[in-house]
């Protein structure tokens, strides 16, 4: 699609030459990006056993409590972040280790459901003439979080994944330093990226997001 083809994957801001329609698009898309990733992540903890008295105050849908400082700081510096930290108590699960694996990959896999989503408005408005950037940012958005969040580093999604003692009270402390300190090195390599040009991890990263897109966006 032509459209899609014309706006760089992963989409990026270019501080130098900001366009006002493309930075609000961008940072509509930002914001139901990392709503979507928690509320995912919190439907499916709270499927799986974690369900709770207060769930109302954890389906609330509003994108400014999902907002995590370094997780926004790299998607306006390099088109991928995260949301806030999830709370998932894995006590409250039949099997801890998978089931909390699930709750965590919710979050990239609603990632991608959303992206095929804006895909077909995108479809469905150029069979009659017509395109709309705000839903191809928000696709490219979408399949960027849903890649990058497969990094086994925290507070990324793929950290689940690392064999690690399960959150608990015994090491609660560990587990707030290890995802703080996830979060401090992603931001450290995204401002090496942003100012050195090196590729760190964009250079392996980009090009999967890339044939994401190209697979999804095949015979449209």
Not at 139 to 163: C, D, K, R
């Amino acid at each position: 699609m032509t459209a899609i083809k014309n706006i760089p994957i992963p989409f990026r801001l270019d501080f130098l030459n900001l366009a006002a329609d493309d930075t609000a698009s961008f940072c509509v898309a930002v914001l139901f990006a990392i709503t979507i990733n928690a509320e995912s992540q919190a439907f499916a903890a709270t499927f799986l056993g974690d369900a709770r008295s207060d769930d109302k105050r954890r389906f609330h849908f509003n994108p400014l409590f999902h907002i995590d400082i370094l997780g926004i700081l790299c998607f306006a510096l390099a088109g991928f972040g995260w949301p806030r930290t999830v709370e998932i108590n894995t006590e409250r699960f039949s099997r801890p280790r998978l089931f909390l694996i699930l709750s965590r990959l919710a979050g990239p896999a609603a990632n991608l459901l959303m992206a095929n989503i804006a895909l077909s408005v995108v479809w469905i408005m150029g069979r009659y003439g017509t395109t709309d950037r705000v839903f191809i940012i928000l696709f490219i958005v979408n399949i960027t979080m849903s890649v990058y969040s497969m990094l086994p580093i925290p507070p990324l999604a793929g950290a689940s994944l690392i064999p690690l003692p399960l959150p608990g009270p015994d090491n609660k402390k560990f587990q707030q330093i290890f995802h703080l300190s996830g979060g401090l090195v992603l931001t450290g390599i995204v401002l090496t990226e942003k100012f050195t040009g090196m590729k760190i991890l964009s250079r392996w990263l980009d090009p999967m997001v890339a044939a994401l897109s190209d697979f999804l966006t095949k015979g449209i």
